[in-house]
């Protein structure tokens, strides 16, 4: 569930990026929830050209997905279904993060493939066709320049950091799906709660091509009696032949993959947390396992590794630079330091990946404590945090260090701004005694410190927005100006407000992007 900040942060990138027309249609269906066009234009109060122009343009940018719901799939008999779009709030979110995503192809490839990226980024969805179109575009020599971006789409597509366009409009069932079996009363075999599906969720997978689809540069449909004898993958890809590769690129659409993306994002903090906990070897061998297993996560939030075995691990490890001087038991060694001890009936072993992103969350909250409230109340808050349990106010004072008197005080001022959870017991026996019980419930406290960054990501960009527009002039004025020659008070007047003007920006662009790390490690992570 999205919080009220988050949908405000959002529905502000897309009034920056497209409008105050778009963002309207795209804040409705934040509120209201999946609808159809005419309900679109019933609850806007916008024209029909309006809306429709809204939603293509969410749509070529990856913020909103059409569907239809299977109740109100009518089949292929020529009568319309219904067709209702979702607002995808985390592809509007990452929009944030196309800096991030540029560095990262520029910093793995090269500049080229940065460029390619950009133009996926900028237009949302292109054909091959077009990428090579908008490179050549006033150029000279269009033949070595039209080879250079094929290249550079071949390794973005190898890397998975591009991919094809999810199905426009998939027909998803709209009911939560039911068990297959009861089970017993008290059986061990009792699976683990998992909460339901979200509509989201189950329009992203009906949306989503087959793996083999998705990454693959050329396709065929084949007839539904091939498709009968065939599976999903092997019926649909033909990697090898390019005799249709021609004319596909101007009519297969391709776009930025974001999981992929975020992936990267995720691992390169599981290993740079366990350099920084651990030493240089342990994140060698974490970035090794996860660099080999990347391709086969099924999704980003996956709480254990790939199980691997010792000589696998091993095998990858010996590959990187820092890894050529490992010996077998030094990888053993820092496996266990890692907290991932063999498993028994297949010798393999599994990062527990999920315990490195709480740390990393603890961490981020208790350091908002300490600015916050001061070093009294970050002992308390650690204390309860590493407890994990209820504990009575004076044994937090006694463990502490605090003195008795401040930690009623503290604690009822970590309360108050929810970040601790609190439990009256009232014990009665020859003398009625009551007692304040306080622990921290990280769940509920993880979603209100996201909501507060949120917020904070929120004024820092309306503010970023509000210095752009009050010294706009500025960002128009011709370079030669800027470095006077003469030394009039007009000159250094202007001078000094241009170097302010870049002193901010810099300084509010860079707080928001350390901001956007803090936010990825709540919501993406």
């Not at 208790?366 to 970050?378: H, N, P």
């Not at 769940?443 to 004024?459: I, K, Q, R």
């Not at 000159?491 to 870049?502: D, E, I, P, S, T």
């Amino acid at each position: 569930m999205v919080s009220q900040y988050g949908f405000k942060f959002a529905i502000h990138l897309v009034t920056n990026h497209f409008g105050k027309i778009v963002a309207k249609v795209c804040e409705t269906l934040f509120r209201k929830g999946p609808l159809s066009l005419g309900e679109i234009i019933r609850c806007t109060e916008l024209t029909p050209e309006q809306v429709k122009n809204s939603l293509l343009v969410l749509v070529q940018h990856n913020c909103v997905q059409a569907y239809v719901p299977a109740d109100q799939f009518r089949g292929e008999d020529g009568s319309m279904a219904t067709v209702e779009y979702l607002a995808l709030f985390d592809n509007i979110i990452h929009r944030l993060r196309f800096p991030k995503f540029l560095e990262i192809a520029k910093h793995q490839f090269d500049d080229e493939c940065e460029k390619v990226l950009d133009g996926l980024l900028r237009d949302g969805r292109l054909t091959l066709k077009q990428m090579i179109e908008r490179a050549v575009q006033g150029k000279e020599n269009p033949g070595a320049i039209e080879a250079v971006v094929r290249e550079s789409f071949h390794k973005l597509l190898k890397a998975r950091y591009i991919e094809r366009c999810p199905a426009p409009e998939p027909v998803i069932s709209t009911l939560i799906k039911a068990e297959s079996a009861p089970r017993k009363r008290g059986s061990k075999m009792a699976k683990k709660f998992e909460a339901p599906e979200t509509i989201e969720q189950r329009v992203l997978e009906a949306a989503v091509p087959g793996e083999a689809i998705r990454f693959a540069v050329t396709a065929y449909t084949l007839g539904n009696a091939d498709r009968e004898a065939k599976s999903d993958d092997s019926s649909m890809v033909n990697v090898g032949d390019n005799s249709g590769g021609i004319a596909n690129e101007g009519s297969i659409l391709w776009r930025a993959n974001f999981e992929e993306f975020i992936r990267h994002l995720r691992h390169k903090l599981l290993v740079e947390n366990e350099r920084k906990r651990l030493d240089d070897g342990a994140a060698t061998i974490l970035s090794a396992i996860l660099d080999v297993t990347k391709t086969v996560e099924k999704k980003v939030k996956i709480e254990k590794s790939v199980p691997l075995s010792l000589d696998s691990i091993f095998t990858e490890v010996t590959k990187t630079e820092h890894g050529r001087t490992m010996t077998i038991d030094r990888v053993r060694a820092s496996l266990v330091q890692l907290g991932c001890p063999q498993r028994n009936f297949d010798d393999s072993y599994s990062i527990d990946l999920k315990s490195i992103v709480e740390m990393a969350r603890n961490e981020e909250v208790e350091s908002i404590v300490l600015k916050r409230f001061g070093s009294d109340a970050y002992r308390i808050f650690r204390l309860l945090s590493k407890s994990n349990c209820f504990l009575e106010t004076d044994k937090i004072a006694e463990s502490a260090l605090v003195d008795k008197k401040e930690t009623p005080r503290l604690l009822y001022k970590l309360w108050k701004d929810n970040y601790l959870y609190m439990e009256k017991l009232v014990v009665t026996a020859a003398k009625q005694s009551r007692f304040m019980l306080w622990k921290v419930n990280k769940p509920l406290l993880w979603e209100y410190v996201l909501d507060e960054m949120y917020h904070a990501a929120l004024n820092l960009s309306l503010r970023l927005a509000f210095e752009q527009e009050k010294d706009e002039d500025l960002l128009h004025v011709p370079a030669d100006k800027l470095v006077p020659a003469d030394k009039s008070s007009e000159a250094n007047a202007l001078q000094k407000r241009y170097r302010r003007l870049r002193d901010v920006l810099f300084l509010m662009g860079s707080s928001l992007m350390k901001l956007d790390d803090a936010l990825m490690l709540f919501h993406d992570f």
